[in-house]
Structure formats: C-alpha cells, structure tokens
C-alpha cells in the first residue's frame, strides 16, 4: 500500500524537510519539483501551498498533510486533526495572525476599524473575527505586499507574523491578535479508518515528534569520581534522571553521567561542571528523544 502524503510548499518547505530528515526520512526536491522523492516505497510525497492542504486531504486527493492550523480553519473543510507539531518558518514557536495598523494611526483598538478596510489573506478568518467583535468593516483578500497596503490602499491588515520584525520594518504597530496558530498533520476522514494507512500516520508522528522533541537539545556525557557525583548530580538539569553507570578506573570508584538539556544550557553548565570535578566531557548532538 502507498500512503499519499501531503507537504507544504513555500515558506514551511525548508523546515519540513529538515525535520523529516531528522525524523529519519531524506527527501530530494529540485526548486521547480512537485514531486520529491523520498527513501520510503510506502509514501509518496506532493508539494502544495499549505493554504490548499485541508481542501485536498478532505477531497481524499492526499491520505494526510502538513500545514497550518489557520489554513483549516479558514478552508472550513472537516478533516481530522491528528496533533500539532510546533515549527515554523524561523524557529519552534506558534505563530500569529495579527491586526496591525501604522505607526501613527489614530486606530488604537478594533472598535476604532468600523467602516473601515482591511486587507488579508485569512479572508474567512478575519470576517469571523469583525463578527465576533460586532463590527462591521470591508475585509478584502490581499494577492501579497500586504504590509505595504496601509494607510492609502487599507486602514489595517490582518497578517502573519513569527517575529514582529517585519511589521515594524514597515512602520505598522499590532494591536491585537486575531489567532494564533501552529503546524498539523491532518488526515481525511475514510484514511483514518484504514488500520494500515492509520498505523503509517502514527508511525510518521511518532519520528516527527521525537525530532521536534531533539531540537534545540544535545546530550551530555561525564565521568566523575564517587565523592563528587552527588555535587555533580545536583547542577544537572535532566530532562528525567541522568543515567549513571560504573567505570573500573582503579582504587577509587568513578561513574560515567549521561544527561539530556537544552543546548542554550550548555555554555553556561560545561564550565561548571568542570570546576565541580566532572572529567572527560563531551557534548553530543541528538536526532530523536521519543517520550
């Protein structure tokens, strides 16, 4: 059986095949390709915009998909939501669907957008929230450069943003967030119930968590003699417990420390290990941690 996977193409491409890889699945795609290849004969990959994802999982076109929580919402298409997977364009954060107007606007809040224009991608979306707030403006479906809209072509923007730095590039100030989304995976309905095609699912989100699980940690390795390992222990900010095993090292008893931390960590917590006895230090990428 051949599993029809969808994947974003555009802005999330680059993250995704990094954390496939990570995952343990290489996928190979020329700039122009649709159609990448990848080391599994039991899926076969396409390459869409994230906004059509939801439309064409539901339409049984794909099996499952990779894309953006706001893009389901704003397709209004049933799909199964299979879990979030948290990354982005530049980094492993939600990201936002901001309200923004320029710097110097008299708009302090949305109260103060009645009758007024606001240009967006996230049509649907940001209709239903003018909805919710009572109040009525002209949303329109902006085809890009949307921060360049105000103040001449738009009174506000709906738009996406990871940073804010993009906004205030382009002298606009947020004044509320409209919603706040992260990556899915998305299944159609009549896959899931396909025992092979849901165990496959699993299986892909099982790698891809523990990948997402490894960024930004590393894993660390010690040896330490038995009158300094409790001292030891108690620096060590381990995700459980570090694993401790015994070295044959002579008359006096040492113990090999195996950890797991964050690798912003590191920097500051190798020094001090060092200055509490630890020898034989070494730091370690990491692929996978599967809790």
Known sequence: ?????????????????????KAGFNIKATSRSYYPEIDDKE?????????????YVYEDIFDAGLTGMDWVEESGVPVKIVDKL?????GLRPVRWVLAVPENSSIKTVKDLQGKRIA???????????????????????????????PYLADAIVELTETGSSLKANNLKIIDTV??????????????????KKEKIENILLLLKGALNAEEKVGIKLNVSE????????I?????????????????????????????KVREIIPILK?????????YPLNKVIY
């Open 1 to 21: 059986m051949i599993l029809k996977l969808g994947l974003p193409k555009g802005s999330l491409q680059e993250s995704t095949f990094n954390i496939f890889k």
């Open 120 to 150: 967006t991608e996230l049509v649907n979306t940001t209709k239903n929230y003018f909805k919710k707030n009572k109040i009525k403006a002209t949303v329109e479906f902006s085809w890009g450069a949307t921060e360049a809209k105000p």
């Open 275 to 283: 200055q509490n006895g630890a020898k034989d230090i070494i730091e």
């Open 179 to 196: 919603l706040e989304s992260t990556t899915v995976l998305i299944a159609n309905k009549k896959s899931w119930q396909d025992k092979w």
């Open 236 to 264: 060590l900010p381990a995700l459980k417990r570090p694993t401790v095993s015994n070295l044959l090292n002579g008359k006096e008893k040492w113990f090999a420390v195996e950890v797991i931390i964050d690798e912003k």
């Open 227 to 234: 009158k300094k390992l409790d001292k030891i222990l108690k």
């Open 86 to 90: 948290i990354y982005g364009k530049q």
């Open 43 to 55: 899926i076969c990959v396409t390459l869409v915009r994230a906004q059509e994802m939801a439309r």
